[in-house]
């Protein structure tokens, strides 16, 4: 694979590893899990989230929040 661009590369496994951690911590506290979405612009990674259970997200512009929107997020 050649890249040729600025490229967004994760390992999936290691990012539900790491959202399944954060809902633990986070339901220990009695709270809800709203992560901002600014991070990873992307709606791969938005479903691997929805895939653990989340269902809020935050938006840094109504572009972006207009983005997910589209991919079924509902609580933006």
Sequence with gaps: MKI?????????AKVRANV????????RTGAELRPHFKTHHSVDVAEWLRDEGVTKATASSVDMANYFAKAGWRDI
């Design 4 to 12: 040729t661009k600025p490229t967004l590369l994760v390992d999936e």
């Design 20 to 27: 399944r951690k954060m809902l633990t911590k986070v339901k």
